[in-house]
């Protein structure tokens, strides 16, 4: 089965400065992987994901993740974070495979922090 | 377009009481699911559908019910009501099973069991 490591629980950043999320998740033959943002006492939203292709993947505000095989890693990153970037980060895998149906497992999550 | 809502917002519920939690989408998803949200823990998968009429276990379904009688709502019962079951609960749809299209997450009840 599937499993997600995030291994920072919580990111503080100052404002302006870049910022990486690593994310980890067991490995598979095929899978789909996904990072959504919950901003407070909001839902979560789809941020960007990867299904095959390109590895480097980007959201419309300025993040960006790369897919690597080898070390099963989906890290987040900005190059510049802004305080309207405050928010919990979710990476999320499923197996991709052609069943009707394969979970979608989701990591513990990462507060991210950004100070003026 | 409305998305995936939930009601209640907030709940608080006494011990043994019970509840149900409602969830509609106007998306024409297939899939539905019902996860809860602990500090720290991420999200936990209650029960999902893959369709109308179709629903099954996810991680921790116990103490909890659900039924899918229409594509568009999918309620989540609480029976018996404990304090291991304060959580805050999301409901989301889905395209496809694999999630591969994304999840659209309604915006959450919390709850409060004492």
């Known amino acids: 089965a599937q499993s997600v490591t995030q291994l920072d629980s919580q990111v503080p950043v100052f404002e302006e400065a870049p910022v990486e999320l690593r994310c980890n998740y067991s490995?598979?033959?095929?899978?789909?992987l996904f990072w959504y943002v919950q901003y407070p006492n909001q839902g979560l939203q789809l941020l960007l994901k990867?299904?095959?292709?390109?590895?480097l993947v980007e959201s419309i505000n300025g993040f960006e993740a790369e897919f690597n095989k080898s070390q099963t890693s989906f890290h987040l990153r900005k190059p510049s974070v802004h305080i309207s970037d405050t928010a919990e980060y979710f990476c999320?895998?499923?197996?991709?495979?052609?069943?009707?149906?394969?979970?979608?497992?989701f990591g513990p999550g990462t507060s991210l922090s950004v100070i003026p | 377009n409305a998305g995936v809502t939930q009601t209640p917002k907030f709940r608080i519920l006494k011990i043994g009481q019970s509840m149900t939690l409602q969830c509609t989408q106007d998306?024409?998803?297939?899939?539905m699911y019902w996860y809860r949200q602990d500090p720290g823990m991420g999200l936990k998968l209650i029960y999902y559908?893959?369709?109308?009429?179709?629903?099954d276990k996810g991680e921790v379904p116990n103490g909890y019910n659900v039924s899918r009688s229409t594509t568009e709502d999918f309620p989540l019962r609480l029976e018996l009501a404990a304090p291991s079951q304060t959580s805050v609960y999301f409901c989301?749809?889905?395209?496809?099973?694999?999630?591969?299209?994304?999840?659209?997450f309604g915006s959450g009840t919390r709850l409060t069991v004492v």
């Open positions: 990867y299904l095959s292709g390109s590895t």
């Open positions: 559908s893959v369709g109308a009429g179709i629903t």
């Open positions: 490995s598979s033959v095929s899978v789909y």
């Open positions: 998306m024409n998803h297939n899939y």
């Open positions: 999320a895998v499923s197996d991709g495979s052609e069943t009707s149906y394969d979970k979608v497992i």
């Open positions: 989301a749809s889905s395209y496809s099973g694999q999630g591969a299209h994304g999840y659209t």
